[in-house]
């Protein structure tokens, strides 16, 4: 066919049976499509996409072992390679809504349900090629990362108002605001806006905002988005990063919750929750939303050991508040834990963080003798090493302080004050341990803490109090003077709610934390004893 306009056109077909395979071959045959190669899995699909150039995927959510159709999607749009711009089909026979939104999070240009017809696939690709043909000067420019050339070529487009003036406006509104051309980004959003009301047009007007350092108006539009549309989840990402900055983790945690319910299969949403939830010691947020993470991270690019340490300290902590409800974390963190080797490279260091982790997570399940066992192969394997990096280290005085070897841990922390005295980014790492903050970094930044904390405290702010100090001592467990600053904010906030008897359950475990690390000659203990008296005369009305 001489004047076939997809005769030059390379196709890639990935789906794990074969008949369906021949099947798509023979359609896009029939539709023009020059050269079609078809392969039966994630892996050799990723092998194809980083040997040759794709005008169009079409790839199986399904495929059996190895990674999901998303997952090839978010390799492909989330790391360099030949076919990141691909136009990428995503099929399914799922119609299930968790499994579609989890899809176009990563935004595929279709999502195609099975069956399939010739008419439907073919209706489907002719739209997409014309504007890929159409706007192929801007795609080119955008490839080359010729931004001023497209944003020219984008607005020549829109003036001869052209069928493609929507995808144009949305190419344009982007490019604008990723080369910080913030006001001109804005006026192309009110005018969009000024016609018709579309979700997009409105979170490009959030973005524009908040380049701008106008977060309060960004979060008003977000707000107004996500009311108009509960599905449009890059407004609820966008949301959820401004109270991160303005601090509000609860606020932040609210939203993400929010996320997740609308779309519980993205790993990157249930990773930050667990780590805000973390934050805000939710303790079963956190550990329920790393457990989701670790599940959806089986082959993804996004999968990270940090979330798998994540989800161990999550139970760890958890059982100090409540045995039975950590019981099936703990059970599930030891298979977690036993399994990252195998997961993220058996190396000298990833068994011996294994084994430390595995060490907490047996205090916490309450089998000493087995915790015990496990830290003393952890020590066996850092003592015979060189070099051991400082985030294992760290990991050790943790273990030693749960089987109570306080002398063995203080010993550990001296030296490593000592030897990394003059690194002030290592000993901000290690304040995590220390009662008091050692760098001018961390110093400052606790300093603050307590400053705004008082002040919402004597603002009678009790809630914004004990949020305060709570999610600080995510970052400084140890630290006395903070966790004692919580004490009074709880017995501020249990006066104005006494019905609430979560309040005085936190207070008793936060005081019993701190009855087990205050040494006798603290500069802070006579306060401690004076609040530990406040909070016997406060459980005694509660009993009378």
């Given at each position: 066919?001489?004047?076939?306009?997809?005769?030059?056109?390379?196709?890639?077909?990935?789906?794990?049976?074969?008949?369906?395979?021949?099947?798509?071959?023979?359609?896009?045959?029939?539709?023009?499509i020059?050269?079609?190669?078809?392969?039966?899995?994630?892996?050799?699909?990723?092998?194809?996409?980083?040997?040759?150039?794709?005008?169009?995927i079409?790839?199986?959510?399904?495929?059996?072992?190895?990674?999901?159709?998303?997952?090839?999607l978010?390799?492909?749009?989330?790391?360099?390679?030949?076919?990141?711009?691909?136009?990428?089909?995503?099929?399914?026979?799922?119609?299930?809504?968790?499994?579609?939104?989890?899809?176009?999070?990563?935004?595929?240009?279709?999502?195609?349900?099975?069956?399939?017809?010739?008419?439907?696939?073919?209706?489907?690709?002719?739209?997409?090629?014309?504007?890929?043909?159409?706007?192929?000067?801007?795609?080119?420019?955008?490839?080359?990362?010729?931004?001023?050339?497209?944003?020219?070529?984008?607005?020549?487009?829109?003036?001869?108002?052209?069928?493609?003036?929507?995808?144009?406006?949305?190419?344009?509104?982007?490019?604008l605001?990723?080369i910080?051309?913030?006001?001109?980004?804005?006026?192309?959003?009110?005018?969009?806006?000024?016609?018709?009301?579309?979700?997009?047009?409105?979170?490009?007007?959030?973005?524009?905002?908040?380049?701008?350092?106008?977060?309060?108006?960004?979060?008003?539009?977000?707000?107004?988005?996500?009311?108009?549309?509960?599905?449009?989840?890059?407004?609820?990402?966008?949301?959820?990063?401004?109270?991160?900055?303005?601090?509000?983790?609860q606020?932040q945690?609210?939203?993400?919750?929010?996320?997740?319910?609308?779309?519980?299969?993205?790993?990157?949403?249930?990773?930050?929750?667990?780590?805000?939830?973390?934050?805000?010691?939710?303790?079963?947020?956190?550990?329920?939303?790393?457990?989701?993470?670790?599940?959806?991270?089986?082959?993804?690019?996004?999968?990270?050991?940090?979330?798998?340490?994540?989800?161990?300290?999550?139970?760890?902590?958890?059982?100090?508040?409540?045995k039975?409800?950590?019981?099936?974390?703990?059970?599930?963190?030891?298979?977690?834990?036993?399994?990252?080797?195998?997961?993220?490279?058996?190396?000298?260091?990833?068994?011996?963080?294994?084994?430390?982790?595995?060490?907490?997570?047996?205090v916490?399940?309450?089998e000493?003798?087995?915790?015990?066992?496990?830290?003393?192969?952890?020590?066996?394997?850092?003592?015979?090493?060189?070099?051991?990096?400082?985030?294992?280290?760290?990991?050790?005085?943790?273990?030693?302080?749960?089987?109570?070897?306080?002398?063995?841990?203080?010993?550990?922390i001296?030296?490593?004050?000592?030897?990394?005295?003059?690194?002030e980014?290592?000993?901000?790492?290690?304040?995590?341990?220390?009662?008091?903050?050692?760098?001018?970094?961390?110093?400052?930044?606790?300093?603050?803490?307590?400053?705004?904390?008082?002040?919402?405290?004597?603002?009678?702010?009790?809630?914004?109090?004990?949020?305060?100090?709570?999610?600080?001592?995510?970052?400084?467990?140890?630290?006395?003077?903070?966790?004692?600053?919580?004490?009074q904010?709880?017995?501020?906030?249990?006066?104005?709610?006494?019905?609430?008897?979560?309040?005085?359950?936190?207070?008793?475990?936060?005081?019993?934390?701190?009855?087990?690390?205050?040494?006798?000659?603290?500069?802070?203990?006579?306060?401690?004893?004076?609040?530990?008296?406040?909070?016997?005369?406060?459980l005694a009305?509660?009993?009378?």
């Open positions: 066919m001489p004047d076939n306009p997809y005769a030059k056109m390379q196709a890639l077909i990935v789906d794990d049976f074969e008949s369906f395979r021949i099947t798509l071959s023979k359609m896009l045959q029939e539709f023009g020059g050269t079609v190669d078809s392969v039966s899995s994630s892996n050799d699909a990723l092998r194809s996409c980083n040997a040759k150039v794709y005008d169009i079409l790839c199986d959510q399904n495929l059996g072992k190895g990674k999901t159709g998303q997952q090839v978010e390799v492909l749009r989330h790391r360099p390679n030949l076919n990141s711009d691909s136009l990428f089909l995503l099929v399914s026979a799922e119609s299930n809504k968790s499994i579609i939104m989890a899809a176009y999070d990563y935004e595929p240009d279709a999502y195609l349900t099975k069956p399939i017809t010739g008419q439907t696939l073919g209706q489907r690709l002719g739209r997409l090629f014309k504007q890929r043909i159409a706007l192929a000067p801007i795609y080119k420019a955008l490839k080359e990362k010729q931004f001023t050339t497209a944003v020219e070529l984008c607005e020549a487009e829109l003036a001869a108002g052209t069928r493609y003036a929507g995808s144009c406006q949305k190419i344009l509104g982007r490019l605001l990723d910080g051309e913030y006001e001109k980004a804005e006026s192309l959003y009110r005018n969009i806006l000024d016609v018709r009301q579309l979700d997009w047009a409105m979170l490009g007007m959030a973005q524009a905002k908040k380049s701008q350092g106008d977060a309060l108006s960004a979060q008003q539009w977000l707000e107004e988005i996500i009311q108009f549309n509960p599905l449009c989840l890059k407004a609820y990402d966008l949301l959820a990063n401004i109270l991160a900055e303005r601090a509000d983790y606020g945690q609210k939203i993400l919750q929010q996320a997740v319910d609308v779309s519980p299969l993205s790993i990157l949403r249930q990773q930050m929750l667990g780590d805000v939830g973390f934050k805000n010691n939710d303790l079963l947020v956190a550990a329920n939303a790393y457990r989701k993470s670790i599940k959806l991270g089986e082959n993804s690019c996004f999968d990270n050991a940090r979330f798998h340490e994540g989800f161990a300290h999550a139970g760890v902590q958890l059982a100090k508040i409540d039975n409800l950590a019981t099936p974390f703990l059970r599930d963190a030891l298979k977690v834990i036993a399994e990252m080797p195998l997961r993220f490279g058996k190396t000298n260091s990833s068994k011996m963080s294994s084994l430390l982790l595995e060490s907490q997570l047996l916490a399940s309450g000493e003798r087995r915790a015990a066992d496990s830290l003393v192969a952890a020590q066996k394997m850092i003592n015979s090493e060189e070099s051991i990096e400082l985030e294992l280290k760290i990991e050790l005085v943790r273990a030693l302080r749960e089987l109570d070897k306080k002398a063995e841990s203080e010993k550990i001296s030296e490593l004050l000592e030897e990394y005295a003059d690194d980014e290592q000993l901000q790492k290690i304040d995590c341990l220390l009662d008091e903050p050692c760098s001018a970094k961390n110093k400052a930044i606790v300093a603050q803490i307590n400053k705004n904390g008082i002040a919402f405290y004597e603002a009678k702010d009790f809630t914004r109090a004990v949020g305060c100090f709570t999610s600080a001592l995510q970052d400084f467990p140890q630290h006395i003077g903070l966790r004692l600053n919580l004490v904010a709880l017995i501020g906030q249990v006066k104005q709610e006494p019905e609430n008897s979560q309040l005085l359950t936190t207070m008793q475990q936060t005081m019993d934390y701190i009855r087990k690390i205050i040494p006798d000659k603290h500069v802070q203990y006579r306060r401690f004893r004076q609040l530990e008296e406040m909070l016997r005369g406060i009305k509660v009993v009378n």
